[in-house]
């Protein structure tokens, strides 16, 4: 059996197949090949270009959510310091009860005659601490005894935090005295 003769090696046939085109054909054969090399070289750069800048994007949103989390773990661990500091020191009071505390306060300032009454008025739980209402009345009090009575209120230490303060004017053989009714939180560690 006689197998037809085939080229030596693919080179040849091109060789064979260049040498038979004309000059001006050799050299539209060239140009064709230099643009379908540099398409294909500019597809290639486009698309590893894309790709390289799809991922330096997601770097680059991953570095800011990164910082994002360490902005947000700084302040979260500064605020639970600060929720340590409040708890001890509401732990502090904890066994004191809130009208011993005012009358103390009032024959400090040597108001505890003028003081009427401390009356809770209902007390409400924020997470583990509470938050409990409080009215007392004072009546017939001169004003500088009954303003540094609640300056001594506020600055004390104790938790607590007046909310209202009402006065009015009385007349007495003296001169003009006041009634103070005052609505102050008082808070303390809830009771688990």
Do not use: C
């Not at 003028?114 to 209402?133: C, D, F, P, Y």
């Not at 009385?170 to 103070?180: I, P, T, Y």
């Amino acid at each position: 059996m006689v197998t037809p003769k085939l080229p030596a090696a693919p080179v040849a046939f091109v060789e064979r197949q260049l040498e038979s085109l004309s000059p001006r054909d050799r050299k539209l054969l060239v140009g064709l090949v230099l643009f379908v090399g540099v398409v294909l070289v500019g597809g290639l750069w486009f698309t590893l270009y894309g790709m390289i800048d799809d991922k330096a994007s997601r770097v680059r949103n991953a570095r800011s959510k990164l910082e994002e989390i360490r902005v947000l773990q700084a302040e979260y661990l500064e605020a639970a310091g600060r929720i340590e500091e409040q708890e001890a020191r509401l732990s502090q009071y904890a066994g004191q009860r809130v009208s011993a505390y005012i009358e103390q306060v009032a024959a400090k300032r040597g108001v505890l005659e003028q003081l009427r009454s401390v009356n809770e008025a209902g007390s409400e739980e924020v997470g583990n601490i509470k938050q409990s209402t409080y009215r007392i009345e004072l009546k017939r009090i001169d004003y500088e005894a009954a303003f540094g009575f609640i300056y001594e209120l506020e600055t004390s230490g104790f938790p607590t935090h007046i909310d209202m303060a009402q006065f009015r004017t009385v007349r007495s053989r003296e001169g003009k005295d006041l009634d103070v009714t005052l609505e102050l939180t008082v808070y303390s560690l809830a009771e688990s």
